[in-house]
């Protein structure tokens, strides 16, 4: 089946810096990325959709300032965590779905973030 | 920090046993949907699918039912086994978008 890596898996980082998290399609080109934060024993938000070569659709609630979403290419979706403060703490989640072939989305292995 | 986001529905079944898991979908013109596995820590995997010309589509030990009707999905597993204990979504989908359910935390009792 179609494969999504996300990276990294586990970051660490301190108050105020911020972090990339990079959402790749191995085998399949994607036209639109999903990305999700999920908190423990919590359902899965949906932060915002990116589609490729245009800007992101972020969900009410989501700061897009804060949040960057860049979907540059059919095979790459990046989130930065910007100015990270310790409530960003969270398992964060990609998706993508293929071109034409599917309607499925496939997921990343998601990526936990600690803010210390 | 504070968390937000719906808590998960528990189920707990005896192992062996069959478990149910049901969703409720919002979007009568939804096309597509999908259920996932999630165990912890790790991202969500596809488990089946069903378009919304059929009501009914089994695979290994797994059946998922569609009634369009009053808008509902349910998983069935059978004989459940301890490496089914995780979470499970439900989602669908039409044209680019792509919701989730709330989930279920299924838990297996040996």
């Known amino acids: 089946g179609a494969v999504v890596s996300q990276h990294p898996s586990r970051v660490i980082c301190k108050s105020g810096t911020s972090v990339k998290i990079e959402c790749r399609s191995l085998d399949f080109q994607a036209t639109t990325m999903f990305w999700y934060r999920q908190f423990p024993k919590k359902s899965l938000m949906l932060m915002a959709t990116?589609?490729?070569?245009?800007?992101?659709?972020?969900e009410q609630g989501v700061e897009k300032d804060k949040f960057l979403i860049n979907h540059a290419s059919l095979t790459l979706s990046t989130l930065t965590v910007t100015s990270a403060h310790p409530e960003d703490s969270s398992f964060y989640i990609c998706?993508?779905?293929?071109?034409?072939?599917?309607?499925?989305?496939?997921f990343g292995q998601g990526t936990r973030l600690t803010v210390v | 920090g504070e968390s937000v986001g719906l808590h998960l529905p528990t189920l707990s079944v005896q192992e062996g046993d069959n478990s149910i898991i049901n969703c409720a979908y919002s979007?009568?013109?939804?096309?597509?949907f999908i259920w996932y596995k999630q165990e912890s820590g790790k991202g969500p995997q596809f488990i089946i699918d069903i378009r919304s010309n059929m009501d009914k589509r089994q695979g290994q030990r797994v059946t998922v039912l569609l009634n369009k009707t009053v808008k509902h999905l349910s998983l069935q597993i059978a004989a459940t086994q301890p490496g089914d204990s995780a979470v499970y979504f439900c989602?669908?989908?039409?044209?680019?978008?792509?919701?989730f359910g709330t989930g279920t935390s299924l838990t297996v009792i040996p």
């Open positions: 998706s993508a779905r293929e071109i034409q072939r599917r309607a499925e989305a496939f």
């Open positions: 990116s589609n490729e070569g245009s800007k992101a659709t972020y």
């Open positions: 979007n009568s013109a939804s096309d597509y």
């Open positions: 989602a669908e989908t039409e044209g680019n978008q792509f919701y």
